[in-house]
């Protein structure tokens, strides 16, 4: 007799056996259903039988990966059932026979909110649950496996902004993992909260995880590091914490009710800041195991090579997901790998794939999920809501290999993030090539940070000339260039860009300006964007133009 433990898995089970197994789930079923009708909020579990109840949750959807990994074509084909209308459509090609393909996704954040896990969450994640907790638990699975300890009560520390909604961005939130309150990471500003958060995770000198939902909250929270430590430690040696703007005063208070003196750490932490930052974070929590940042790529992936070689130096960064247009589309089972590859999963969202390079896109089809090629890139078309039907997500992917049928992917590109004054088109990774080889001919400079403008957003500030590009940098170790100097970075263009250099020498684009800013400029501007989401590498809306402009030292 065989026994169905998820679509498409059966296993071998006694004839005596079934009788009991279906009896005895029932039961559990009918009784927690009972319990969870009865009380007015789900009752709270002890946090060693929820992490227990939250590994074997884990287990099995990680199993039925597996399994939906067998035939692709029939979980997409079903998730696209899910997302429709009753009737709308027959399948796939009739779907994209009956929709055009859209132009745009509507703007997400960080993703869903992964849903509480109470009892009830619990007792649904048998069966199907929200991709966002499908992913969490799929998260919680292979952070576990890589690291045994990572999981221990109090251990981790979460430096992530996320105002007016305290929330876990990398993962789960499980009430007794984290060191710090959440009130702390919901302040209205975004460097209160990343200070408030650095300084309760400084208490715990036994810290496993360090988490982030973005790589530049990460490192601007080892920034404050960096410039603060001494008052930090003076905060810590007498249990305060110290006003500053936007933390409400009434707030301070009852967090600062939580800290108690120690001398003995403060010293630990002026030690360790006086030998230096390279390798900061293994030296000052020496249990530490990995490093998590829900998002790294992108204009995340300058944060994340700093953080690897400085103060980062030596541990394990872990990306665990994907996420485009604010759905979670794949996440990432190697934590140990030092690249980030994300497995697309089948049930999450429908996911069509135009070839790159582009030919006519007016006759061109997408492709499935199932008839990738490994090596090749692709635009990704994406159906993740209902109501929303194959939006161009900006975002591009190469396909790394597969994991069954499933493909595992790398994310390339984001085309909002393209430069372009003529059509030339100069993607936002080959332009930060450019110019990290344009820094490393200024001796003694360090790219800390960069963003780039189209002198057309600056009107008639830009003066009469042709159009251009417009970029501003934050450095370390150099505080002003010469003319020549700025000039490399045009040369550099010019050199790897072949339609640059002849519309520049036509005259049709004019030459680059390079701005330098003083320290902190980028946060300053990451505050101003209001919400937690990725670094733009191209600035579109003139407010933040007007914020990157008045930090101009050179």
Same mark, same amino acid.
């Given at each position: 007799? !065989?026994?169905?433990?998820?679509?498409? #898995?059966?296993?071998?089970?006694?004839?005596?056996?079934?009788?009991?197994? @279906?009896?005895?789930?029932?039961?559990?079923?009918?009784?927690?259903?009972?319990?969870?009708?009865?009380?007015?909020?789900?009752?709270?579990?002890?946090? *060693?039988?929820?992490?227990?109840?939250?590994?074997?949750? @884990?287990?099995?959807?990680?199993?039925?990966?597996?399994?939906?990994?067998?035939?692709?074509?029939?979980?997409?084909?079903?998730?696209?059932?899910?997302?429709?209308?009753?009737?709308?459509?027959?399948?796939?090609?009739?779907?994209?026979? *009956?929709?055009?393909?859209?132009?745009?996704?509507?703007?997400?954040?960080?993703?869903?909110?992964?849903?509480?896990?109470?009892?009830?969450?619990?007792?649904?994640?048998?069966?199907?649950?929200?991709?966002?907790?499908?992913?969490?638990?799929?998260?919680?699975?292979?952070?576990?496996?890589?690291?045994?300890?990572?999981?221990?009560?109090?251990?981790?520390?979460?430096?992530?902004?996320?105002?007016?909604?305290?929330?876990?961005?990398?993962?789960?939130?499980?009430?007794?993992?984290?060191?710090?309150?959440?009130?702390?990471?919901?302040?209205?500003?975004? #460097? @209160?909260?990343?200070?408030?958060? %650095?300084?309760?995770?400084?208490?715990?000198?036994?810290?496993?995880?360090?988490?982030?939902?973005?790589?530049?909250?990460?490192?601007?929270?080892?920034?404050?590091?960096?410039?603060?430590?001494?008052?930090?430690?003076?905060?810590?040696?007498?249990?305060?914490?110290?006003? $500053?703007?936007?933390?409400?005063?009434?707030?301070?208070?009852?967090?600062?009710?939580?800290?108690?003196?120690?001398?003995?750490?403060?010293?630990?932490?002026?030690?360790?800041?006086?030998?230096?930052?390279?390798?900061?974070? $293994?030296?000052?929590?020496?249990?530490?195991?990995?490093?998590?940042?829900?998002?790294?790529?992108?204009?995340? *992936?300058?944060?994340?090579?700093?953080?690897?070689?400085?103060?980062?130096?030596?541990?394990?960064?872990?990306?665990?997901?994907?996420?485009?247009?604010?759905?979670?589309?794949?996440?990432?089972?190697?934590?140990?790998?030092?690249?980030?590859?994300?497995?697309?999963?089948?049930?999450?969202?429908?996911?069509?794939?135009?070839?790159?390079?582009?030919?006519?896109?007016?006759?061109?089809?997408?492709?499935?999920?199932?008839?990738?090629?490994?090596?090749?890139?692709?635009?990704?078309?994406?159906?993740?809501?209902?109501?929303?039907?194959?939006?161009?997500?900006?975002?591009?992917?190469?396909?790394?290999?597969?994991?069954?049928?499933?493909?595992?992917?790398?994310?390339?590109?984001?085309? =909002?993030?393209?430069?372009?004054?003529?059509?030339?088109?100069?993607?936002?990774?080959?332009?930060?090539?450019?110019?990290?080889? @344009?820094?490393? #001919?200024?001796?003694?400079?360090?790219?800390?940070?960069?963003?780039?403008?189209?002198? =057309?957003? !600056?009107?008639? =500030?830009?003066?009469?000339?042709?159009?251009?590009?417009?970029?501003?940098?934050?450095?370390?170790?150099?505080?002003?260039?010469?003319?020549?100097?700025?000039?490399?970075?045009?040369?550099? !263009?010019?050199?790897?860009?072949?339609?640059?250099?002849?519309?520049?020498?036509?005259?049709?684009?004019?030459?680059?300006?390079?701005?330098?800013?003083?320290?902190?400029?980028?946060?300053?501007? *990451?505050?101003?964007?209001?919400?937690?989401?990725?670094?733009?590498?191209?600035?579109?809306?003139?407010?933040? %133009?007007?914020?990157?402009?008045?930090?101009?030292?050179?």
């Amino acid at each position: 007799m !065989l026994l169905a433990t998820a679509p498409g #898995m059966l296993l071998p089970v006694a004839p005596g056996f079934l009788l009991p197994v @279906a009896t005895g789930l029932l039961l559990a079923v009918a009784v927690a259903v009972a319990v969870c009708a009865v009380l007015p909020g789900p009752p709270p579990l002890p946090p *060693r039988l929820l992490l227990a109840a939250l590994r074997r949750a @884990a287990r099995w959807h990680r199993r039925r990966l597996e399994v939906l990994g067998t035939d692709v074509r029939h979980s997409q084909e079903r998730r696209l059932r899910g997302l429709l209308p009753p009737g709308t459509a027959q399948g796939s090609d009739d779907f994209r026979e *009956r929709h055009p393909l859209m132009e745009g996704c509507a703007d997400g954040e960080q993703g869903d909110t992964v849903p509480p896990l109470s009892l009830w969450a619990l007792l649904r994640g048998c069966w199907g649950c929200e991709p966002p907790l499908q992913g969490s638990l799929l998260y919680l699975d292979a952070l576990h496996a890589a690291f045994p300890q990572a999981l221990a009560p109090r251990s981790t520390a979460l430096l992530s902004w996320a105002p007016a909604r305290p929330r876990a961005p990398a993962g789960w939130p499980l009430p007794t993992l984290y060191c710090s309150p959440p009130e702390a990471g919901a302040l209205p500003s975004r #460097m @209160a909260a990343l200070r408030v958060q %650095l300084l309760f995770a400084l208490r715990a000198r036994s810290l496993r995880v360090l988490e982030a939902g973005l790589a530049s909250e990460l490192h601007d929270a080892l920034a404050i590091l960096r410039s603060g430590w001494p008052e930090l430690a003076q905060d810590l040696a007498l249990g305060r914490l110290s006003p $500053q703007n936007g933390l409400p005063e009434d707030l301070r208070g009852r967090l600062q009710e939580l800290l108690v003196p120690d001398a003995a750490r403060a010293a630990e932490l002026r030690a360790e800041c006086a030998r230096g930052f390279e390798g900061i974070a $293994q030296r000052l929590w020496p249990r530490l195991q990995v490093v998590v940042v829900g998002t790294a790529h992108g204009g995340e *992936r300058l944060y994340l090579d700093a953080l690897r070689q400085a103060e980062c130096k030596g541990l394990p960064l872990y990306c665990p997901f994907y996420r485009a247009a604010g759905a979670l589309l794949g996440v990432n089972l190697w934590p140990e790998e030092p690249e980030p590859r994300f497995l697309l999963c089948p049930n999450w969202a429908f996911c069509e794939f135009l070839p790159c390079p582009a030919k006519d896109e007016e006759e061109q089809r997408t492709v499935l999920l199932g008839e990738l090629w490994e090596g090749r890139e692709y635009r990704l078309v994406l159906t993740a809501q209902p109501g929303e039907y194959r939006c161009r997500s900006g975002e591009v992917l190469r396909v790394a290999g597969f994991n069954k049928q499933c493909p595992v992917v790398e994310p390339v590109r984001r085309e =909002s993030q393209v430069l372009s004054v003529r059509g030339e088109s100069i993607p936002e990774e080959r332009f930060c090539q450019s110019l990290c080889r @344009a820094v490393s #001919m200024w001796p003694g400079a360090h790219l800390i940070d960069y963003v780039c403008v189209e002198s =057309s957003l !600056l009107g008639a =500030s830009s003066g009469v000339c042709a159009p251009h590009y417009e970029v501003f940098v934050e450095l370390r170790g150099l505080r002003d260039l010469s003319e020549g100097q700025r000039y490399k970075l045009d040369h550099c !263009l010019q050199e790897d860009f072949p339609v640059y250099k002849s519309f520049r020498f036509k005259g049709s684009i004019g030459p680059l300006r390079l701005h330098l800013v003083g320290a902190g400029a980028f946060a300053q501007l *990451r505050e101003a964007l209001g919400s937690p989401v990725p670094m733009p590498r191209v600035l579109r809306e003139e407010r933040l %133009l007007a914020v990157i402009q008045s930090t101009v030292i050179s």
